[in-house]
């Protein structure tokens, strides 16, 4: 794909990426961001350096995550070296290191500390346009920066990120990014989020599906009127090339449940189906299963559903980790969350729906998934669902040309 922009971020500041890519390419503005625009089958880093060399401005989301990553130090470089125009949107007050301060003594930058987001990336698309018109920017007033070791955060680069994963929610732009085949390298991140007064949940429309991929999520089973309004999951996965091992506790069950069994709908706010994988009954302990796959996998993703406190006393989502298997059991990528708590004393008025996905660093195939999910605080039962919450697991199987 042609573009003009190459947006360089820490993967811990991928929300924040994905919302100024959104927001320039709804503005006619052609952009490159890992992990979405990494071809399948090809070398990241060869990925990264084309990108670079064939677009004409860089655009650092610049934080206290990008200030110490080997990797943004490294784009950087070849953008220099390449001669972009670099653009600084800094949304942390911290200090540049001492490496990026070499390479970036007088690039433009906007700072984008404080709220609305929209005033900022407004300015940005404005200055991207300017340059790529052969124009010069003009910069602002920059606000002094306070004496402090690099790696520091600033109040209000809190706030502006806030402000950024709320907009995310109400526009359903992390939509825009959950393309199967990202690399593992690029873990999602997720923080209570203050969305806009009365917006509803994002209910984007189900993306169209490849010859190999396999969606696995089952709307149309009903969980609605069954007792708990849970069903086994078994069958239906059974239909799709899936068996369930290694199921721990060994009285556990994994079953597809409606969000009205969810508290009523009370906590979780889906945005592709109503019913939802997760495993029951397992005394909240720390528990575990696998997903077998009859067919091996290219890739995987998954959606962890947006979570809501209806009442004061907040809404917490077990710590989990998934591990994609070789056939012999072998680690080849993992993703996790730790304790998730939203509580409204404390600002939170929802978690937005982040989407995973897992693939082989050497594109090994994937034979199978791992769920591992802890619900305890201090080694005592503390989060209101027993397991992770699955909405809607994709899978890109191996083709014959791909073997």
Same mark, same amino acid.
């Given at each position: ?26 503005? %006619? ?118 004496? +402090?070791?690099?790696? %520091? ?54 993306? +169209? ?31 799709? %090339? ?40 397992? =005394?909240?302990?720390? +528990? ?40 012999? %059991? ?48 201090? =080694? ?24």
């Amino acid at each position: 794909m042609a573009h003009d922009v190459f947006i360089s971020h820490s993967t811990k500041d991928k929300v924040v990426s994905d919302a100024v890519c959104a927001a320039l390419e709804n503005g %006619g503005i052609r952009c490159w961001v890992a992990p979405r625009d990494v071809q399948a089958g090809r070398s990241f880093a060869g990925e990264i350096t084309r990108a670079i060399q064939e677009s004409k401005i860089m655009v650092l989301i610049f934080s206290a995550h990008s200030n110490n990553s080997e990797q943004v130090l490294r784009e950087v470089q070849l953008a220099v070296s390449s001669h972009l125009h670099i653009i600084q949107f800094r949304i942390e007050d911290v200090l540049l290191n001492d490496d990026l301060k070499y390479f970036l003594s007088t690039p433009h930058w906007l700072d984008a500390l404080t709220p609305p987001l929209e005033n900022h990336l407004r300015r940005l698309e404005t200055s991207i346009k300017t340059l790529l018109d052969g124009g010069t920017v003009e910069r602002a007033a920059r606000a002094p920066v306070p004496v +402090a070791q690099a790696g %520091g955060r600033s109040r209000g680069g809190v706030q502006w990120i806030w402000g950024v994963l709320g907009a995310l929610v109400v526009g359903g732009l992390v939509w825009q990014f959950a393309r199967v085949g990202n690399r593992p390298e690029a873990a999602a991140v997720s923080a209570p989020v203050p969305p806009a007064a009365a917006a509803e949940p994002a209910m984007p429309p189900t993306p +169209a599906t490849a010859a190999n991929e396999v969606v696995v999520e089952f709307p149309e089973v009903d969980t609605g009127t069954t007792p708990g309004h849970t069903v086994a999951a078994l069958p239906y996965l059974h239909r799709l %090339g899936i068996s369930v091992t290694d199921i721990q506790p060994a009285e556990s069950e994994i079953v597809l449940i409606n969000n009205r069994g969810l508290y009523q709908g009370a906590a979780v706010a889906p945005t592709t189906s109503q019913n939802l994988i997760t495993q029951v009954n397992t =005394g909240n302990v720390p +528990a575990s299963f696998t997903l077998k796959f009859a067919e091996p996998a290219r890739s995987a993703s998954f959606t962890r559903p947006a979570l809501y406190p209806a009442t004061e006393s907040g809404i917490t989502h077990p710590a989990w980790s998934v591990h994609a298997l070789d056939a012999e %059991g072998n680690e080849l990528s993992s993703q996790s969350e730790g304790l998730t708590r939203c509580w409204p004393p404390a600002g939170c008025k929802e978690v937005p729906a982040v989407v995973y996905a897992l693939r082989a660093p050497a594109f090994e195939p994937i034979a199978a998934l791992r769920f591992d999910s802890d619900p305890r605080l201090d =080694g005592k039962p503390f989060a209101a669902f027993s397991a992770i919450m699955i909405e809607r697991l994709t899978l890109v199987r191996e083709t014959k040309e791909s073997r």
